[in-house]
């Protein structure tokens, strides 16, 4: 098990649609990582986020690698701290992967709805939890 503590600013959070963020660096060659528990905590700034019929996704190669799980950004909109955490299993991992999809590729964290978060200047902690795998 590998862990990681990064933290997300408020621009980051507001372009991630666009510019989605490395939370797991690639493996390296031979090895897939597959994540299974994320903490995210808010520190909410002077402004709440807004438009937030967002979900955020893990991303491998392009692919939300969680389709059945989506991680709602609706605690975003809070004015005080916040957080919330996911616990991801392999019934929910995206099928359809190929082995080569994944190889020695790094995971990101993006906004999978349709708009971006609007308006808001907190930050996020994140901490995520992996293993990889040889393959």
């Known amino acids: ?43 909410a700034g002077s402004t709440a986020y807004g438009t937030l019929t967002t979900s ?3 991303i491998i190669n392009g692919t939300n690698i969680f389709p059945n799980q989506s991680m ?21 991992i995206a099928s359809g992967l190929s082995v080569s999809a994944c190889e020695n590729q790094p995971v990101y964290l993006q906004n999978t709805g349709l708009l971006e978060l609007t308006s808001g200047n907190g930050t996020l902690d994140i901490q995520v939890e992996w293993d990889t795998f040889n393959v």
């Open 72 to 92: 709602s950004t609706a605690f975003l909109s809070s004015s005080s701290d916040e957080f919330v955490y996911y616990v991801f299993t392999n019934s929910v």
């Open 1 to 43: 098990m590998q862990k990681l503590d990064q933290t997300l600013t408020s621009s980051q959070l507001l372009n991630l649609g666009t510019t989605p963020v490395e939370i797991i660096s690639a493996p390296g060659s031979g090895y897939v990582t597959v994540p299974f528990l994320i903490f995210m905590r808010l520190y």
């Open 56 to 58: 955020l996704g893990l």
